[in-house]
Each structure stands twice: as C-alpha cells, then as structure tokens.
C-alpha cells in the first residue's frame, strides 16, 4: 500500500485577493476575478454572498467550491492563481416573502459582500477576503408586488409537511427513508398566471450560512382549478441527504429567481426531521 502525505513544515497561511468584478452587475451570470498565492499546493476556494437584508443578512448563501487543484497532481499551483468565481443565476436583488394568499413580501435586499477563503491542500485556510459590492454597482430588480394583475403572484411556499428521513449514516439499517421530494407551490390568477421563476434553488440552513442542495428548472407541473387564484405552479428537487447531514430538524428555503435575476424567498419550512437510523 502507498500513502502519500501532505505536509507543510512551514505553515504561512494561503492569501486570497478581494475580486474585482465589472459593472454593472445584474442578472444571469456574474464575474469575480480574484488570485491566490500560498508556499503550499493550494486546493480550493469558497466563497459566501451576503444580501442588505433579510434571510440572507443574516445567513449568507454559500457557492459552490471552486476546486483549484487535486490532491497530489502535478504540477503544484501555488503562485499568482486564479481562484475567483463564476456566479450562474446572479440575483441582483432577493424579496422576503412575509404573508401569502395574498402575498405580502419585503422590499428588495441587494448584494452587499462576497467573501472568500482558499484553502491549500494540508488543509489550512486564508483569511477572509471581502470584496463589497456598493450598491450602485447593481442593477435595480423590479418588485414581485408590481407585476401586473393576471401575473401578481397569490402565494409562494414550500408545502411539505412533516416527514422523518434518514441519512443512512449507520450502523443500523435506516427505518425512513432516504430521500424526500420537496414541493414548492407558487399560485396566482386563474387561466393567466404563467411560471414567474426560470430556476427555483432549494437551501438549508447549515450554521451560519444558506447550503444549497439543488435546483428546479423551470415547473414540472401547472394545475389550474378556476378559483380566482387557482392556477398553481410546483417546482420540485428530490434531497438524499446522505451521511454527512446531521439529524434533528431541517430548515429549507426555497429562492425562486427570474431570468432577469430577481429573486423571492419562501418562508421556512422546519418540517423535515433527519434521523439515523
């Protein structure tokens, strides 16, 4: 058997830049440009985006890693490296949903910061690197509540109710299942109301940040059963949550986002309960 160690017998912690990023930013895709230098091999980068306000002030949204090397593959990156970041379904502002039936929702929270860390591969991290976004470098959104009548949304929400799956940790054979399929409604007027969302984004709450676990394109259903606000739209994700998710109670926001980049947050639903077995 071979082992191969990574050891780094003088720890100076990895640097990250702040971004730097073209104006103005909007919807779609966003560019962070940013480097990295370490006397170590380096391994990744992530990075967290915080609203003005709102679920995302208070739990910014983590991005996927951006991986800037494997371990023990040649050749060794570690001077003057690219380790910025390429965000798909950039919102350039995010609504709260406060009531429903009707929709009641806050006023719209631009970015404010990204902050980033990298981290080398004997896995000892950099200091943050904030990189604040003035607000004046975003584009302004257009409010969910100012839609027109036969597209001003009735109400948005994930619908599950309570449900015990399990994470398949072991030992023991799991007694729940392994997987749930959250269901997100958003309702509106009868015969008119079209999907409002390109992409709807499913997070959980992990500390102190927003963990993505998947995404709907587009809805995978429309019913419409002729009530003044009946036509629904239900944009689904099936979660695995698999050995790493701790058990207890789960709380998941739905981020439903528009082709223009405009996004609404659902309440939170706490109804998802993991456990193990």
């Not at 860390?117 to 950099?126: A, C, F, K, Y």
Request: aromatic residues 8%; proline residues 8%.
């Amino acid at each position: 058997m071979t082992r191969v160690v990574a050891h780094d017998d003088a720890v100076n912690l990895p640097a990250l830049t702040s971004a730097l990023f073209n104006v103005p930013l909007s919807g779609g895709t966003a560019v962070f440009n940013a480097n990295s230098s370490d006397n170590f091999d380096l391994w990744k980068a992530t990075y967290t985006m915080a609203y003005a306000g709102g679920v995302l002030a208070a739990s910014p949204m983590v991005f996927p890693t951006v991986v800037l090397n494997t371990f023990n593959v040649a050749p060794l990156v570690n001077s003057n490296i690219s380790a910025g970041i390429t965000v798909t379904g950039f919102m350039r502002q995010v609504q709260d949903v406060t009531g429903n039936a009707p929709l009641a929702a806050t006023a719209g929270f631009k970015p404010t910061n990204l902050a980033g860390i990298v981290t080398d591969q004997s896995n000892t991290p950099s200091a943050t690197a904030n990189t604040p976004i003035p607000g004046a470098s975003v584009t302004n959104g257009v409010s969910y509540l100012a839609a027109l009548a036969p597209q001003l949304i009735h109400s948005w929400a994930i619908i599950n109710v309570a449900t015990s799956i399990s994470n398949g940790a072991g030992p023991a054979a799991a007694v729940n299942p392994l997987l749930v399929t959250l269901n997100a409604d958003v309702f509106g007027p009868t015969a008119t109301f079209n999907p409002p969302f390109a992409v709807v984004n499913f997070f959980i709450v992990s500390g102190a940040n927003l963990v993505q676990i998947g995404s709907a394109i587009g809805s995978s259903s429309t019913v419409d059963d002729g009530s003044p606000n009946g036509r629904r739209h239900r944009y689904t994700f099936t979660w695995t949550p698999g050995a790493a998710q701790p058990v207890g109670a789960v709380t998941i926001y739905a981020i439903g986002v528009s082709a223009a980049g405009d996004g609404l947050t659902s309440p939170a639903n706490a109804l998802i309960t993991i456990t193990n077995p």
